[in-house]
């Protein structure tokens, strides 16, 4: 689509806007494809933005993929963290898969057009992923805080059962919030032209469509929005206040700069995807710029994704270099394995260090009990 292409769309938008009320609900249930516009409306950068989200798609498709891949090959990986880490690498994958492509296609040839199922579809699967994600990132959170601050008794928390419970709640619980907010908007009528200034069929753009006073459906999907992402963003700051209590108070220097480091690095994330997520489904649709929107959700549809494998993959790598040069006898969690533990000993158990010597005094046979007993 030239500029001109787009000069034209705008100034009919413009006109359209300003005789909808003497046309009433023209169009109002029309089902014809989409044009998504994407980034036409800056042609300059149409080539330097293939090349980049072509790198980071590749990079996204390989570090999950591999996450995935050595956590079931490695038994050593087989803990809840990395049972937790699967999920959201499976769920990064489907989340990029569901737009990028589109994306590439769009930047990299002419036809622009989706279909009104289409473009309905990739906004259900869109809100789910990203509901699942943001539940799921409270999650591991949980998961985080019982490792630091309940570490003699963190394999009997959290045993495979509540793990896997855990982990069908974000599922089930993202695709209701999903299947809320699509059934509001698929249940309004749209009219007006069919271009879409973004590059998916995301719910922001979709509701500037709409013909009739979207006040109380906004209202309901506000709703909706606080739950799934207020509400965990607060979960996991507060989860992350405990923790830095906790390894405020370990005497080892060494294990409170890893777990600072560690939890510092699932903060970034964190304040990636909320960030981002609640820019665009928080503010009220009066003050939404679409051209700002859709460089925005570059951040939580391709470069977040990418983000998590490199944070995540200091022990991936190490059990797939193992694997890799078919080497069974590792240093991996080889504490685990001593007959005795000395007060110097460091557990290394979620990315977290402690020394044997920051527990509990009479606590390290219960320690190695726990520890025989894991998943």
């Not at 996204?60 to 050595?70: D, M, P």
């Not at 699509?182 to 590059?199: E, K, T």
């Not at 700002?292 to 270099?321: C, H, Q, S, W």
Request: aromatic residues 12%.
């Amino acid at each position: 689509m030239s500029s001109s292409d787009i000069s034209r769309c705008n100034q009919s938008q413009i006109a359209f806007e300003g005789s909808r009320t003497e046309r009433g609900n023209f169009n109002t249930s029309f089902r014809e494809d989409f044009i998504l516009v994407g980034f036409s409306d800056w042609p300059q950068l149409e080539l330097a933005l293939f090349v980049f989200i072509s790198i980071f798609y590749s990079l996204t498709l390989f570090g999950n993929t591999t996450i995935i891949a050595v956590s079931h090959l490695d038994h050593r990986l087989h803990t809840p963290m990395y049972f937790f880490l699967c999920h959201l690498s499976f769920l990064d994958l489907c989340c990029t898969t569901s737009t990028v492509p589109q994306l590439l296609i769009n930047l990299h040839g002419s036809d622009q057009t989706i279909t009104y199922g289409g473009c309905m579809a990739q906004l259900f699967i869109f809100l789910a992923l990203g509901s699942t994600e943001s539940v799921l990132l409270v999650v591991m959170a949980f998961d985080r805080y019982a490792a630091v601050c309940r570490p003699l008794h963190y394999m009997a928390i959290m045993h495979p059962c509540l793990c896997q419970t855990l982990a069908a709640t974000s599922w089930v619980g993202g695709f209701m919030n999903s299947a809320v907010q699509a059934g509001l908007l698929m249940a309004m009528p749209l009219c007006g032209l069919h271009y879409l200034n973004h590059f998916f069929c995301e719910m922001p753009v979709l509701l500037k469509m709409a013909c009739e006073d979207t006040q109380g459906t906004e209202v309901k999907m506000f709703v909706a929005r606080v739950i799934i992402l207020v509400v965990p963003a607060a979960l996991i700051l507060g989860s992350y206040v405990v923790i830095a209590q906790a390894v405020l108070r370990i005497n080892s220097t060494a294990g409170r700069r890893k777990a600072f480091g560690t939890c510092g690095s699932h903060l970034l994330v964190v304040c990636l995807f909320y960030g981002s997520g609640i820019y665009t489904y928080l503010q009220p649709m009066h003050s939404y710029s679409q051209s700002e929107g859709k460089f925005v959700a570059l951040f939580y549809t391709i470069i977040t994704p990418m983000l998590n494998p490199l944070i995540y993959t200091k022990d991936v790598k190490r059990a797939l270099r193992k694997l890799l040069l078919g080497n069974s006898v590792g240093q991996f969690y080889s504490v685990i394995r001593m007959p005795l533990c000395s007060a110097n000993t460091t557990v290394f158990d979620t990315h977290v260090s402690i020394r044997v010597a920051d527990l509990i005094p009479g606590t390290i046979q219960q320690w190695r009990l726990i520890r025989a007993g894991g998943i």
